[in-house]
């Protein structure tokens, strides 16, 4: 059975830097497609960065030069890290996984990525 698991969130003060690891379980993710996603309250989930089997990464303009997400595929880990954080920030943080070669654009992902996580939550307070 597959898994994924996010872990590190928390609460932090605006500036601050924070790490999440997104654990997956239940097969290899060297070929896949995998992002982070998240959803404030009140909103719908939008896509955070995605990153492709080749190591190649993409992200939101609203946190670009601030978060960084890579791949561990001997640990069979991705991480998303958060520099920089705001407020706006605040959100439950998914993270996602597909093998599909078709599914790596960060908004097909979105809509059809086949393996979630649970999300962990983020609060960055002013």
């Known amino acids: 059975q597959v898994q994924l698991q996010e872990t590190g969130g928390g609460s932090v003060q605006a500036g601050g830097p924070l790490r999440l690891p997104c654990a997956v379980f239940?097969?290899?993710?060297?070929?896949?497609?995998m992002g982070w996603f998240r959803q404030p309250p009140g909103k719908e989930r939008e896509g955070v960065a995605v990153?492709?089997?080749?190591?190649?990464?993409s992200y939101a303009d609203s946190v670009k030069g601030r978060f960084t997400t890579t791949k561990d595929h001997a640990k069979g880990t991705l991480y998303l890290q958060m520099n920089s954080l705001k407020p706006d920030d605040t959100a439950m943080y998914y993270c996602a996984a597909d093998p599909r070669p078709w599914a790596c654009p960060i908004e097909t992902l979105r809509t059809r990525g086949k393996y979630w996580g649970q999300g962990t939550q983020v609060t960055v307070s002013s």
């Open positions: 990153i492709d089997d080749d190591g190649s990464a």
């Open positions: 239940g097969y290899s993710t060297a070929s896949d497609c």
